[in-house]
């Protein structure tokens, strides 16, 4: 086995009660696409939207990087407003000096505007196969219901989850609707993998590259 420096993740829905949560391992030698991957799939979404992770320095004056996924319609813009590529940076760059970082979030969804806070629980330099990782270790709530309407869509959904009143629910996402205060940590690592694959594939394995 090799020695790999491997990063323990606290991620947490900003601004949604009760926290919908999970903590993870993740191989800083990962491209940022790939943690990407690996929050999208461990929250339940499908990957069919784009992504972004912000971070807040102190570097001597209040600094903001952007990492997102370049779009060839979009590269001027991408490169005139500074940002990075989350293809070829990899989670060592942006979460390996924490005296430096006041803050880190990651956003999947423009419209639904899914906003997470990632915090560094620690990192280690282990000899590990790295077919053990990425995991989840541990995770409250379900996760997220892809296209239901954000934060206030959440909620909505989450009290007619509460009073059995999803006839609408039914007609849209079927008979198996999920409680989203329940989480399930064998099934997410059974699916983890494979998901994750699943929305690499959707965002890499395309002509736009």
Do not use: C
């Amino acid at each position: 086995m090799a020695t790999h420096n491997i990063y323990e993740l606290d991620v947490t829905l900003k601004d949604f009660k009760p926290t919908i949560t999970r903590t993870l391992l993740i191989n800083g030698e990962r491209t940022l696409a790939y943690l990407a991957y690996t929050l999208i799939a461990s929250f339940e979404l499908y990957g069919s939207h784009l992504f972004e992770f912000n971070q807040d320095l102190d570097i001597g004056r209040p600094t903001t990087l952007t990492y997102a996924f370049p779009i060839p319609d979009n590269l001027e813009s991408f490169v005139e407003e500074g940002h990075q590529s989350v293809l070829s940076t990899k989670v060592n760059s942006l979460l390996g000096h924490p005296e430096l970082t006041k803050q880190t979030n990651f956003v999947y969804d423009y419209g639904d505007y899914w906003e997470f806070d990632l915090k560094v629980k620690s990192v280690q330099t282990q000899d590990i196969s790295l077919k053990q990782i990425p995991t989840i270790l541990a995770g409250q709530g379900f996760g997220l219901i892809e296209d239901i309407g954000g934060l206030g869509g959440l909620q909505e959904y989450a009290t007619a989850y509460k009073a059995g009143n999803l006839d609408r629910y039914h007609e849209w996402l079927g008979d198996d609707l999920p409680d989203i205060g329940s989480f399930d940590i064998e099934m997410a690592n059974k699916k983890l993998k494979p998901e994750i694959s699943l929305i690499k594939g959707q965002h890499e394995d395309i002509d736009w590259l």
